[in-house]
């Protein structure tokens, strides 16, 4: 297949399908551009994906662009109306407070993307909001989404970030920033409750059309192509959980708006990595009761999910909902399983297997060594047989199943070694390298491209980058993040 050569910004070829579906969710807004703005950083390869020339990002066209503040004609500017259940209440109206559309554009192979402003101003939907977006929340959405793409977890994701000199009041005075923001759909399941709870019946089977037509299209003419499309729904779900389990990413504000109907993560708000295993770790200070708490993560997901199904009962029978909702759990526990298997180097599959993964939980939990540096170490410990962590009764106990467990596998040691090091990443978003990146930001924003680096390619060694894999130096130890962004 020949591509299409890179192009130009201004030569880019908006589109917005989904408006000419959906008559009712989309409304027409104008972006309010920050004052003197800075281009922080770019995802180049993300760019270059998406079909633009690198050399676009240096020309002071490009920071407009993406602050909202165009020179050429092309982009419909939308925000979209969505409810959504928060802390398990449903709240009618929420909506695009903070976000606008730019309209979808062709990559070279030919594939959509939507791009989407964050932080360019207010919209009929930013309630008593201000349609800002910290520097602060933004840094961290950038390098949030950029890492778990490289994780292989699934995501939106940022193609830049920029701040302004304009003042956000949240707990204290802070800067104002804007992410472009690329996702082949923004679509929530509260976009799907919003048309169902207004009783805008017509609409919501467009807009399950228009989902399934433009991102099911293995269901396109099939005759149970709604019941087909919620159980692929439930499956991207259940699997997208499994994966932040595994990897001990914490969400934070797992509410029905703030789920994407691809099963991509959306919305970083309070997210945060585990240093160690802690099923009750809350990681949103706001968070009270720990309804998002890490161990709570698949409930919910499948929360969520039912809220979601009952949006679509006009489209689905009560039978098909419940039986596709009850394939949750296993899809959840094969995916989880396969992945610690994979962390773990263990290719075939034995009896015991459930057991041993129990008890290595168990293990971490108990001990309370670090989450990433384990398994990173694990990875390395079949050359040694060494490994640095205090030799507790857990841990000795852990080595000693682990060897005979090993015995049974075919691999080499260096086969095991070599797809283990491509499992268990070295560095991974701790919160303390994102507050480092945003203290810097402004004096030294080369610290935040070093810190993207690791993030972006989390498997490689990068020595001359060691620290920022270690775990929080005693200053930051016991960081909390709150919901405000
Ligand atoms: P979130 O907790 O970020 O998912 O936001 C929940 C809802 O509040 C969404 O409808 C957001 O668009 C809206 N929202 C959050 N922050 C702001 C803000 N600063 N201005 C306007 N709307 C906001
Ligand atoms: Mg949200």
Redo the contacts with the bound molecule.
């Keep these: 297949m020949t591509l299409k050569p890179l192009v130009k910004l201004a030569e880019l070829n908006f589109t917005n399908r989904i408006i000419n579906y959906s008559t009712t969710l989309f409304t027409k807004v104008q972006s309010t551009p920050l004052t003197n703005p800075v281009c922080l950083h770019v995802n180049c390869d993300l760019l270059n994906f998406l079909g633009i020339e690198s050399s676009e990002k240096n020309k002071p066209s490009f920071t407009r662009f993406i602050n909202g503040d165009l020179d050429f004609e092309g982009p419909t500017f939308v925000s979209s109306s969505?409810s959504g259940h928060?802390f398990g209440h449903y709240v009618p109206r929420?909506?695009?407070?903070?976000?606008i559309m730019l309209g979808e554009i062709q990559n070279q192979n030919g594939d959509f993307f939507e791009l989407q402003l964050k932080g360019a101003g207010?919209?009929p939907?930013?309630?008593s909001?201000?349609?800002?977006?910290v520097v602060r929340s933004s840094v961290r959405e950038y390098l949030a989404s950029a890492h778990l793409k490289a994780l292989g977890i699934p995501t939106t994701e940022a193609l830049s970030l920029l701040y302004g000199s304009d003042d956000v009041y949240r707990e204290e005075i802070e800067k104002a920033a804007i992410v472009l923001r690329v996702s082949e759909s923004f679509l929530r399941f509260g976009h799907y409750q919003y048309l169902a709870h207004t009783d805008q019946l017509l609409e919501l089977k467009a807009l399950v059309d228009f989902t399934i037509d433009h991102y099911f299209a293995e269901f396109k003419d099939h005759p149970n192509r709604y019941i087909l499309f919620f159980q692929s729904v439930v499956k991207n779900t259940a699997k997208l959980f499994a994966k932040w389990q595994a990897v001990g990413f914490c969400h934070g504000?797992l509410?029905t708006?703030?789920m994407s109907i691809l099963g991509l993560t959306i919305?970083y708000?309070p997210f945060g990595f585990l240093d160690s295993l802690d099923q009750d770790h809350i990681c949103n200070h706001s968070d009270h009761e720990g309804r998002y708490s890490f161990g709570n993560q698949p409930a919910i997901g499948l929360w969520n999910l039912e809220q979601l199904g009952e949006a679509l009962k006009s489209l689905i029978t009560d039978a098909d909902l419940k039986r596709t909702l009850e394939t949750y759990s296993t899809i959840f526990k094969v995916e989880y399983k396969r992945l610690l298997k994979n962390k773990l180097g263990f290719n075939k599959s034995v009896d015991s297997d459930d057991e041993f993964l129990q008890m290595t939980l168990n293990m971490l939990a108990m001990t309370q060594i670090d989450y990433t540096q384990f398994f990173r170490e694990l990875s390395h410990y079949q050359i040694n047989k060494k490994y640095s962590f205090a030799s507790t009764p857990e841990v000795v106990n852990f080595f000693t199943q682990y060897e005979a467990r090993l015995a049974l596998e075919d691999s080499t040691s260096i086969e095991r070694l070599t797809q283990m090091l491509c499992v268990n990443p070295k560095f991974i978003l701790r919160n303390y390298i994102a507050q480092i990146a945003i203290e810097n930001y402004e004096k030294s924003p080369e610290i935040l491209d070093q810190i993207f680096k690791v993030l972006v390619s989390p498997y490689e060694e990068w020595p001359e980058l060691n620290h920022w894999s270690f775990p929080a130096p005693d200053q930051y130890k016991f960081m909390t993040v709150s919901?405000s962004?």
């Design positions: 969505y928060q929420l909506g695009d407070g903070r976000a207010l919209t939907f930013s309630r909001g201000d349609g800002r977006a504000v509410n708006d703030n919305d708000g919901c962004s």
